[in-house]
Structures are given as structure tokens and as C-alpha cells.
């Protein structure tokens, strides 16, 4: 990673995915996160219990759902880490969202 | 006397450009974003402590400078408020405007502020999204969209995968090329649906027509250089038409497709990737447009006059929204926008010169859609078992099926019989693709404000919100001023 232009680079921080620790640095997404360690599914779906992670990479698709510190439905693509997040993945009927 | 309020939603280079403008003209702005920094799609960024800036920045970007400008100008000027973090999630139409309603916090928190805004004018900047089309397997992990890959890459320096396809149709495959490549990506081809003939109609006759386009021309022709120096192939008239994998992404099929971009048999290959990006256009965001009631067109973007001015009081819109014409369009639309919202004067030379800037990328939007436009063919690549809708798990055979018992191509019915589209995304990925395959005609939304028609787009909150949020809404009088 390369440094910021006042020469203090983003510092590192650490996450858990089902209690397996993921490294990264402060400002990215979760996502990033763990597409940057190759992990590439977190979430399974209702139908088919297929594997699923990023899509669209920008909040649009919802395939990319995670629990973050308890907190259902989290888009991994839109929330940026903070260090010592619990994340946990997903598998659900339907995510708990009114519409 | 008040001063005229104006707020902005999206600070894409569309919307950062009417606030500027907006204030410039002597209105109280309010700009929001959902993203925590500003520049939209187009200067997404790494997020760095303090706001610092990555040293290698501008190598991502075109027209870094031009954004750099612009996001001082929202940061420092005393008469725009800006609001990063902050997602509108619903539009209420009142007698005079609208009312906004918005959660300020971390993406999907709990517990984030509500905010409640009642402007005199609005400016909506809300826009687009990559729309894929399904084929099979496009449901496995490492099938992303290209805006995905381009996202991952200009906001943390993260590919997609380590062996990369890249597809579909349009010239913004080439910049997502070129950006995975500067993450370390191999790239190992892109395949354009267009066919020679096809982008030589919208392009021009020589080969390089492409690259002759106006103000694209610099731009484009930078990353053709960089795809050329690693020798990635960029092939015209060719569409992964199949993803196989166990769990994720093994394999692609690639085939030849015609002019109507139906696959030619027997021109099938296989190729070895961990990842597959596929774009074949984009689609505008248009819920809050939709839910203001302003007009929208056939082909889906908000209807503008001369003045950015939507078919809704006090609604004006620029940018992707109202048209893919690329940033410096949303630029320029940005600017008319802004301006006439802040009743701006209309003998403004900055205004004048906007136009001008406008109406000369007018012809790009044109040019695009001759070359690239998504032709029908491309539904002979379906098989009964491809997902369509990605949520519910819904296929091809089975929307035809509710299509044929439904007995009509009312598409209301035929999602309520099949679920497509009724899952989390709200048809946001599937709808108009549902819409097309079962040949559904929608009446244009926004002409008819009394009932409720059947539109992808028509949704009651432009997100979902956490039931804890929605209890502790507060009851806002419509007289609040924002
Ligand atoms: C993922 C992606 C990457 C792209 N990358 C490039 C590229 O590298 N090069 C290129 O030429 N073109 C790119 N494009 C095309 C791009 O859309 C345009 O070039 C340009 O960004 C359009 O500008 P805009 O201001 O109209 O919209 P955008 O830049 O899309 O800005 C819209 C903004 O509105 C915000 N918003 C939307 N809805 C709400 C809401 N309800 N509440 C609050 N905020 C909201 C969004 O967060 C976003 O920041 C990309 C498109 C996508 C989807
Ligand atoms: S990847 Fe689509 S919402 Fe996160």
C-alpha cells in the first residue's frame, strides 16, 4: 500500500469473518477486504443455498449482505471497516427489511 | 427576505456541479450523498485518514484537477452544506414541492439521524447503475459487474480476481481494463458485444472512429495504448455467453455473436478465469425521480427541458439520470441545473458557455447508443435454467411460464406469480430485463400520479430501512423548513 501525500499512510486494522481474522487498512470496505484475502462468497441464498458476494460493488444488488456486530443486512460493498468488527456471514429466509 | 434553498442529491460529477452552480447564483445549497466522500462513480477514491490523497490518485482518474476544484468549492463555500453518509430513502410530494426524507450514518447502521428537508427547489443527481444482462451461471461468485471491478479498484486498489474476462458492450469496458491491470490483475481479454458494423455506425468508418469521438477521444485512446501494451485483446462482436464453477467462477464460455447479438453457433471457447466483469450499459437511478412524479421516457430517463427542468414543480435533473452521456455531459447538465434551480439569471455567461459544453456531448450519448445499444438477440444465449431475477432465485423458464398462465404481459401479475423482482434489490438488477422477456408494455411513469402502475422503478423507499428506524421517525409538519 502506498502512502498519503503528507507521508502518514492508513493504518492497518483487523476484522473477523466468522471468527477468521482478515487484515486490511483503515478506510476500506468490508468487502475489500476480504476480496483483497480471495475470498469471494459470504452469503448464502434461500432458494438454492448458493454462495454469493459481490455483484454490483456499489449497494445496488444486495447480494453482498453481512451481519456486522449483530447487525443484520449490512451491504459488505458500501461499509467501511472498523477495527475489531464482527462480521459474521449470512443465510436467511428473507433479510428483515420493510418495503 | 430568505434566500432561495436548493438541495442536491448525488454528488457525482453531476450534482458537486449544480451545487457549485447553485450557490454561485446565490442560493442556500444542501448537498447529500449516501457515499462518506463525494464524486460519484466517476472519482471514486481511496478513503485515506484526515482526507488525505493517495499519491497515485490521478493515474486512476481523468480530470482529477477539475474534481479536486469542485470538491473544495462544497467543502468551503459559506453558503453550500454538505452532507456526506447521508441516504435519501423517501420522497413525499406536498402541494408546493417535496419533502426529503434522510438517514445520516454509517451505510445500513442502526440508529442513524433522521433529517427531513422541505426545499424550495431540488436538484436530482441520483445516477446510474451497470445493467447486466443474465446468462448462464452470472449467479456464481467472481461474476461481478464491471462497475464493480472499476469501484474495487479506484476506492482500495483491490481486483476483482487474479485471471480477469472482462465483457459486454460499451467504452467503459476499456477504463475498467485498464484499471484492473494497474491493480495487479491479469486481463486476460474484452469482448464488446458491438459488432464492427455496429460501431462503425455509431463511431465512424475507420477503425480508430471510436477514438475520434470529441472529448473522448484522449481519454479513450489512453487506455486502448495501456490494453495494447499488455497485450490484452479487445474483440469486437463477441459476449460471454456461460460461467461455470464449482461455488465460484472456473470458467467462461465466449462465442461470436451477429449484428442482433445472438450467439453464432459452434464459435463456443472456453477460457480458464477466476473472475468475469460484464457491463453492457447503464441504468439510470431513478427512484426519487419517479417517486416526484417527473415524466420519464420510453427508453427511461428523466425527461429535461432546455433548463434541466423535470415535468415536476420544482424538480430539475442532471446527469446519468437523465441520459448516459458520460461525466463531462454531467458536468455540464450539473451546471444548467443548478443554476435555474437557484433562479439563477438567464443572460449568465457561465451558464451560456455550460450549454455549449452540453450540447457538444449530446452527440456522444447519440453515438454511444448506435454502437452499443443492447440488441434482442441476446436472449437465444438464456437456457430455462438461467437465473434472471438474482434475489429470488427466479429462471428464465419459469418467468415464461407465469408469463403464458398469467395469460397476459402484465407485469405485475407476472411478478407476483414468478417473485422476480420482489426481493431485497426491488428488481433493481432484473426489472427491466423481466420487462423485456416477457414482452411487458409499462406505461411511463410519472404521466399518471393518481395510481400505482406496475414499473420497475416504483418504489415505495428508494432503500430498505431498518424497522427500528422507521419507529423512531419523527412526525414532521409539512411546514418545516429544511
Ligand atoms: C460503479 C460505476 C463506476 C463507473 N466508473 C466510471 C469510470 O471510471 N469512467 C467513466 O467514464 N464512467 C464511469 N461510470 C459511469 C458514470 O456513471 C459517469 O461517468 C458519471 O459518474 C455520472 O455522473 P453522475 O453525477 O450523473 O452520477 P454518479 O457519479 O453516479 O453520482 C450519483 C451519486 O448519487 C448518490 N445517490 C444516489 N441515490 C442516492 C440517494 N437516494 N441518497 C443519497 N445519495 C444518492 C450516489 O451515492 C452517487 O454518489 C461508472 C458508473 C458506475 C455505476
Ligand atoms: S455488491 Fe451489490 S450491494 Fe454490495
Known amino acids: 500500500m502506498s502512502a498519503t501525500s503528507q507521508g502518514a499512510g492508513p493504518r492497518p486494522l483487523t476484522i473477523t469473518l466468522d471468527g477468521r481474522p482478515f487484515a486490511g487498512t483503515e478506510g476500506q470496505t468490508i468487502a475489500g477486504m476480504l476480496l483483497a484475502a480471495r475470498r469471494r462468497s459470504w452469503r448464502t441464498t434461500s432458494v438454492e443455498s448458493a454462495p454469493r458476494g459481490v455483484f454490483c460493488g456499489i449497494g445496488v444488488c444486495f447480494d453482498c449482505l453481512v451481519t456486522v456486530n449483530g447487525s443484520r443486512d449490512v451491504r459488505a460493498c458500501l461499509r467501511r471497516a472498523a477495527d475489531g468488527d464482527v462480521v459474521e456471514t449470512q443465510h436467511d429466509p428473507l433479510p428483515g427489511v420493510t418495503s | ?482
Open chain 2, 1 to 482: 427576505m430568505s434566500r432561495r434553498t436548493v438541495v442536491v442529491v448525488g454528488a457525482g460529477p453531476a450534482g458537486l456541479s449544480a451545487a457549485r452552480a447553485a450557490a454561485r447564483a446565490g442560493a442556500d445549497v444542501t448537498l447529500l450523498d449516501a457515499s462518506d466522500q463525494v464524486g460519484g462513480q466517476f472519482w471514486r477514491h481511496r478513503a485515506l485518514p484526515g482526507g488525505g490523497t493517495a499519491p497515485d490518485e490521478p493515474t486512476f482518474h481523468h480530470g482529477w484537477g477539475t474534481f479536486t476544484a469542485l470538491r473544495d468549492v462544497v467543502a468551503t463555500h459559506p453558503r453550500v452544506t454538505l452532507l456526506t453518509s447521508a441516504q435519501v430513502w423517501a420522497l413525499e410530494r406536498l402541494d408546493a414541492g417535496v419533502r426529503l426524507r434522510v438517514l445520516v450514518g454509517p451505510a445500513d447502521g442502526a440508529g442513524r439521524e433522521h433529517l427531513t428537508l422541505t426545499p424550495d427547489a431540488l436538484v436530482l443527481a441520483t445516477g446510474a447503475h451497470d445493467r447486466t444482462l443474465p446468462f448462464p451461471g452470472w449467479q456464481l461468485p467472481g461474476v461481478t459487474t464491471a462497475g464493480a471491478a472499476q469501484a474495487l479498484a479506484k476506492a482500495e486498489r483491490v481486483a476483482v480476481g487474479d485471471r480477469v474476462v472482462v465483457a459486454g458492450a460499451g467504452p467503459f469496458l476499456l477504463p475498467v481494463a485498464s484499471s484492473l491491470l494497474r491493480t495487479g490483475a491479469r486481463v486476460l481479454s474484452v469482448h464488446e458485444a458491438a459488432t464492427p458494423a455496429s460501431m462503425a455506425r455509431g463511431w465512424g468508418a475507420r477503425p480508430a472512429g471510436l477514438l475520434g469521438a470529441a472529448h473522448k477521444a484522449g481519454e479513450l485512446g489512453g487506455y486502448v495504448g495501456t490494453l495494447a501494451r499488455h497485450r490484452v485483446a479487445y474483440r469486437l462482436g463477441e459476449a460471454v455467453v456461460a460461467a461455470r464453477g464449482d461455488g465460484r467462477v472456473e470458467e467462461v464460455t465466449v462465442a461470436r455473436v451477429d449484428a442482433r447479438w445472438s450467439p453464432v453457433p459452434g464459435t463456443e471457447r472456453t477460457v480458464a478465469a477466476d473472475a468475469v466483469c460484464v457491463s453492457h450499459g447503464f441504468t439510470p437511478r431513478l427512484e426519487l425521480a419517479v417517486a416526484a412524479a417527473c415524466a420519464i421516457s420510453p427508453d427511461r430517463f428523466v425527461v429535461v427541458d432546455d433548463e434541466q427542468r423535470t415535468s415536476a414543480a420544482g424538480v430539475w435533473a442532471a446527469g446519468e439520470l437523465t441520459g448516459i452521456g458520460g461525466a463531462e455531459a454531467a458536468l455540464a447538465e450539473g451546471w444548467v441545473a443548478g443554476h435555474h434551480a437557484a433562479s439563477g439569471a438567464p443572460d449568465d455567461a457561465g451558464l451560456a458557455r455550460a450549454a455549449r459544453r452540453r450540447a457538444r456531448s449530446a452527440d456522444f450519448a447519440r453515438r454511444l447508443d448506435a454502437a452499443h445499444g443492447i440488441r434482442g438477440g441476446w436472449t437465444s444465449w438464456l437456457r430455462d435454467d438461467t437465473l434472471v431475477c438474482r434475489c429470488e432465485e427466479v429462471d428464465a423458464g419459469t418467468l415464461r411460464a407465469a408469463a403464458c398462465a398469467t395469460g397476459s404481459a402484465d407485469l405485475r401479475s407476472v411478478r407476483l406469480t414468478s417473485r422476480a423482482g420482489l426481493g431485497p434489490c426491488q428488481a433493481r438488477i432484473c426489472g427491466r430485463t423481466v420487462a423485456e422477456l416477457v414482452g411487458a408494455t409499462e406505461p411511463a411513469p410519472g404521466g399518471d400520479t393518481g395510481s400505482a402502475p406496475a414499473v420497475p422503478d416504483r418504489r415505495p423507499l428508494v432503500v430498505p430501512v431498518r424497522l427500528g428506524d422507521l419507529a423512531t421517525l419523527p412526525d414532521v409538519p409539512a411546514a418545516d423548513a429544511p
